[in-house]
Structures are given as C-alpha cells and as structure tokens.
Nanobody, 125 residues
Framework: QVQLVESGGGLVQDGGSLKLSCTPS????????MGWFRQAPGKEREFVGA????????YYSDSVKGRFTIFRDNAKNTVYLEMNSLKPEDAAVYYC??????????????????WGQGTQVIVSS
C-alpha cells in the first residue's frame, strides 16, 4: 500500500510561484507513476499532470502546460509540482495520486490507486 502526503500549499499572489511536494510512503512506491490533480469549489476534480515511474515522461493538461512542471526525486522520496505564473483560476485543492497502470497519462481518476488528502492553493488577484 502507498500513502501520500502533500505539502507546500498556501497563499500566493497572481503571477507568483509555488512548489508542492508529495511524499509517498510504503513500498515499492518508486514503481508507481504519479499524478497531480486539483479541485476547485463546485467543480470536478481536474487532471493537472503526471510523471512516469522513472521520471522519463511527463504529461500536462493544456491549462497548465508551460507554467507547471512535475518532477520526482526517488532518492528523496518526493514528487514535486512546481507552479509558475499562477492565476486566480489555479486556486484549488491539489492532490497527488499514485498509479500502477499504463493509462496514468490519460489523467482519468480511475487510473489511480492511491490519493493524498490534498493541499490548498489560494491565488490572490
């Protein structure tokens, strides 16, 4: 079983940057691909991006492409979501998730086995 804990959320100004972290525990989490999702109040959970188990492949939604970067450091047991040029519409609770399926890149929630509790990001205009 894999347990996930997100951190790094907070308040940031429009145009600012924030880096979220996801620390998985349990073995063998390094064989899992990892995804980031977000959910704003009153909206459905939205795929943000994903990274393969070895970090070789990354995928992003169109809404964040070019602004957000996902990377992982398996030695430090952490997956990151670096967010730049933040906009008010990026405000949401951000979740990391772990997937053992080849379909992880599609961003479909059923492709993910484990989810964190989320960390909130607020973007002030």
């Amino acid at each position: 079983q894999v347990q996930l804990v997100e951190s790094g959320g907070g308040l940031v100004q429009d145009g600012g940057s924030l880096k979220l972290s996801c620390t998985p525990s349990g073995r063998p989490w390094t064989t899992y691909s990892m995804g980031w999702f977000r959910q704003a109040p009153g909206k459905e959970r939205e795929f943000v991006g994903a990274i393969s188990w070895n970090g070789a492949d990354t995928y992003y939604s169109d809404s964040v492409k070019g602004r957000f970067t996902i990377f992982r450091d398996n030695a430090k047991n952490t997956v990151y979501l670096e967010m730049n040029s933040l906009k008010p519409e990026d405000a949401a609770v951000y979740y990391c998730a772990a997937s053992q399926y080849l379909t992880y890149y599609t961003g479909r929630p059923p492709s993910y086995d484990y989810w964190g509790q989320g960390t909130q990001v607020i973007v002030s205009s």
